[in-house]
């Protein structure tokens, strides 16, 4: 039996792995209406150019481009809504009206205002701007920012997986109130969920208060881990190698542990004992700055170096089949390509739960150290 769980568990790790590949190998194809050869990545630039274009968020949701026997882009996704607080109030239109141009090239007209996508960046130009003028930096100068609140892919992928996490969570609690043991995709979650409760929540917590903080704790668990794994689909969703992502999550940590601190908490950081009179407010000002700043900046750092390094490693890897083919061959390439990338991958899978873990083992260890008794001491 426990031979059979761990070919199960390695099939699956390989599966992923394979998925990964095509994500990237897809993801290759979306760049081409972008680059003047019609897509082929064969430079050294044209790769940095694309691995950086692939690791950022965009406005529409595609999944693969492909050229017609006419010799025409066609692409497979849908767009996806675009929200701007513009100079004259709410705009809203959706995302194919680009067409698929991340140059700025592509001017949208909407209520009387012109918009274009610069750098996957959305600018409302000038009323009598024609086409958009750029300086010498390649900067716009006859356009200016809007407050852009449109659901990009990132957006998109919180969205269905956070819809996803309720339906399967509601169906384990409903299993709960009828019987002890859950039932199919249950059983999956269960151990899960005992193991964020009695290794992460627990011993950080206390036994006191622990149960206060599971919830959140198992949320924010098995959100950055399905979202992790989700990074590496065919889906291409780069959502948890988003800074603003990774800023929010340490933001809502930040104001749980924050709110949640006792007196004692407050007292040892601000005015602590024990130690020289003139001493403490040099060791209030270091408590206060590690509390407010360092430890949410730890926490939204680590998570997004990790994923968007994971993600800049394989696709790097994966360009070694442009970059080398003509040293190595097109078949040398092509297999020092795949395998260097598919063990790669591999452990990214793991990386996915590592990150998970860390992400909330910190979290749990700041709110430990909140709510924690420090009379005693």
């Given at each position: ?10 099939l ?9 590949i ?7 194809d979306?760049?081409?209406d ?7 990545v ?12 692939h ?9 693969f ?5 006419a010799?025409?882009r ?9 929200i701007?607080?513009?100079s004259?109030?709410?705009v809203?239109?959706?995302s ?25 960046k959305i600018?409302e130009?000038?009323s ?6 750029f300086?010498d ?7 200016h ?19 996803l ?22 059983r999956?979650?269960e ?7 009695d290794e ?11 149960r206060?903080?599971t919830?959140?704790?198992l ?7 399905i979202?992790?794994l989700?990074?590496?689909t ?5 959502v ?7 800023a ?8 749980i ?5 006792t ?5 040892h950081?601000?005015w ?5 009179v003139?001493?403490r ?7 206060l700055?590690g ?8 926490l ?13 490693v ?10 080398l ?14 395998l260097?990338?598919f063990?790669?991958?591999l452990?990214?899978v ?23 008794d420090?009379?005693?001491h």
């Amino acid at each position: 039996m426990k031979i059979a769980q761990k070919s199960i568990q390695f099939l699956t790790i390989v599966v992923i792995a394979l998925f990964s590949i095509s994500a990237y190998a897809v993801a290759a194809d979306k760049n081409q209406d972008s680059q003047p050869n019609g897509g082929q990545v064969n430079t050294k630039k044209e790769v940095e150019e694309y691995i950086l274009h692939h690791i950022k968020d965009s406005h529409d949701f595609s999944l693969f481009s492909y050229t017609n026997d006419a010799g025409e882009r066609k692409h497979l996704g849908f767009p996806l809504p675009v929200i701007l607080w513009s100079s004259e109030g709410l705009v809203t239109f959706m995302s194919s009206e680009f067409h698929h141009n991340d140059d700025g090239h592509v001017i949208v007209e909407k209520e009387g205002l012109k918009f274009a996508k610069i750098h996957s960046k959305i600018y409302e130009l000038e009323s009598d701007a024609a086409t958009v003028v750029f300086d010498d930096t390649h900067h716009a100068t006859n356009a200016h920012k809007v407050l852009d609140f449109s659901i990009t892919k990132s957006a998109f992928g919180l969205l269905l997986i956070g819809l996803l996490m309720l339906l399967w969570f509601s169906k384990l609690a409903r299993q709960y109130k009828t019987r002890k043991v859950p039932t199919g995709f249950g059983r999956i979650l269960e151990p899960l969920v005992l193991y964020v409760r009695d290794e992460i929540a627990r011993p950080n917590i206390g036994e006191q208060h622990y149960r206060r903080f599971t919830g959140y704790l198992l949320t924010v668990f098995f959100f950055i881990w399905i979202l992790n794994l989700a990074g590496l689909t065919p889906l291409g969703f780069n959502v948890t190698g988003q800074l603003a992502v990774t800023a929010c999550l340490a933001i809502f940590t930040l104001v749980i542990y924050t709110v949640s601190g006792t007196k004692g908490y407050w007292m040892h950081m601000i005015w602590m004992p024990g130690v020289p009179v003139l001493i403490r407010p040099v060791l209030a000002i270091i408590e206060l700055a590690g509390a407010l700043v360092i430890k949410p900046f730890s926490l939204l750092v680590r998570l997004f170096a990790n994923i968007s390094a994971g993600h800049i490693v394989v696709m790097s890897l994966i360009a070694i089949m442009f970059t080398l083919k003509e040293s190595l061959g097109v078949v040398g390439a092509t297999g020092l390509s795949l395998l260097l990338s598919f063990f790669i991958t591999l452990i990214e899978v793991l990386v996915a739960f590592l990150q998970a873990y860390i992400f909330t083992m910190l979290s749990a260890l700041f709110i430990g150290m909140a709510v924690d008794d420090h009379e005693h001491h």
